[in-house]
């Protein structure tokens, strides 16, 4: 079982990869096809379960804690080093890729489109490469007395002096948090806050997805600088986007925020070079699931998203089901089935927006809201909830 753990790691990305491919066409078909409707369910408890086994990897490796030999390495290799977990995790791994081979057997009978042809077909030209954030504030995505709160303190602790500042060019500070429980709208806040505004020179958005491009990284970043992009913006040359950034950045006093960090790559082999040559006092702040990643980042200040209260739950799908102010007396009415339906979205701003987007296309009544609360997919994703807090409300959209 020690022995065949690295290669039970790959097989498991490799199917899950290719499983991934057919989500789209799938979700698009499981409202109306029961038979599919299950297979979905059971994908994504597959790959549900995937996850956890990396986030029980990534504790252990928390336990034991970061070394000068050891640095910053995948949590799945440090977690090997202990031969009994290796074996229990291995045990996991084997049994998992026997599912997904099942899985994938049942799958093949619905003849799904592949998720590229499928946006191919959907918006010509584009290809996705994860979920990419911008700077905009939505103005219905933020809601309640928290978050006001937490924004104050973030801007508070971005925007003093430091002793650091003088001899450090940057300092650090990363929000943390679950997926789908608000570090993306938080950071919003924080980025478009006035006082963030009128304390830097340059103020930088940059979505880091799991997958990013280093060209295409590279590029956004020069851009979003103010600098000159080498070669009219057509250079594929690393070495010169670098050069580019690292001149339109240069004693320039920034703020630069990194969403959606799952690695530390892009700072590593991109983006710190460059912005170390930025003016003193500049900050960065990040946005992660994984503190780990926070630590390798040797982030001075962490900032720990918490889930939404009930009132600041209702108020926020509110906002998503109201349409006019003249509908308000009529969604009020509903409150009380409406928190109970806010109840199982646990406190997840994203499942809250994701819900409140299904109840926007139903009628406000409480036939239609009622049949929302007690559909059957409720109980089957409660159950994954686990100790990671994920959002997996995606099948109710």
Not at 120 to 135: C, F, V
Not at 171 to 199: E, P, Q, W
């Amino acid at each position: 079982m020690l022995i065949g753990v690295s290669d039970g790691i790959k097989d498991l990305s490799i199917k899950l990869g290719d499983l991934k491919n057919f989500l789209a066409d799938a979700d698009r078909r499981n409202i109306t096809d029961e038979s599919v409707r299950g297979w979905v369910g059971e994908l994504k408890r597959a790959m549900y379960l995937a996850t956890d086994i990396v986030d029980l990897c990534q504790l252990k490796a928390m336990e034991q804690g970061q070394t000068k030999d050891r640095g910053c390495l995948n949590p799945l290799l440090v977690c090997m080093r202990n031969p009994l977990h290796a074996h229990d995790i291995g045990t996991r791994i084997k049994m998992l890729n026997q599912n997904l081979d099942d899985i994938c057997k049942r799958g093949s009978s619905f003849n799904f489109i592949k998720l590229e042809a499928y946006q191919d077909r959907k918006m010509t030209g584009y290809h996705a490469t994860g979920r990419k954030t911008d700077s905009l504030m939505e103005r219905s995505g933020a809601v309640g007395d928290k978050i006001e709160e937490d924004t104050r303190a973030l801007v508070e602790v971005l925007t003093r002096e430091a002793a650091s500042d003088k001899r450090d060019r940057f300092m650090v500070v990363a929000i943390v948090g679950a997926g789908g429980i608000g570090k993306t709208t938080l950071s919003k806040k924080v980025f478009n806050d006035d006082s963030i505004k009128g304390k830097f020179t340059k103020n930088i958005w940059l979505s880091i997805t799991q997958d990013f491009n280093d060209i295409e990284l590279l590029n956004k970043a020069i851009i979003a600088v103010g600098g000159d992009l080498p070669g009219g913006g057509g250079a594929r040359d690393r070495d010169l986007l670098v050069g580019a950034l690292n001149n339109a950045i240069r004693d320039k006093k920034f703020f630069l925020v990194l969403d959606d960090m799952w690695g530390v790559d892009a700072w590593d082999k991109l983006l710190k070079a460059p912005f170390s040559y930025g003016g003193p006092g500049s900050r960065v702040l990040i946005t992660t699931r994984h503190d780990t990643v926070a630590l390798c980042m040797k982030v001075v200040h962490y900032h720990h998203v918490d889930k939404l209260g009930a009132k600041d739950a209702w108020s926020l799908l509110k906002k998503q089901v109201v349409t006019t102010e003249k509908g308000e007396p009529e969604i009020e009415i509903l409150k009380d089935i409406g928190l109970q339906i806010i109840e199982k979205c646990d406190g997840l701003p994203l499942a809250v927006k994701v819900v409140g987007g299904l109840l926007c296309q139903r009628e406000k009544n409480q036939r239609a809201w009622q049949k929302v609360l007690n559909d059957d997919l409720w109980s089957g994703q409660t159950m994954l909830t686990l100790s990671n807090q994920r959002v997996k409300m995606d099948c109710l959209g």
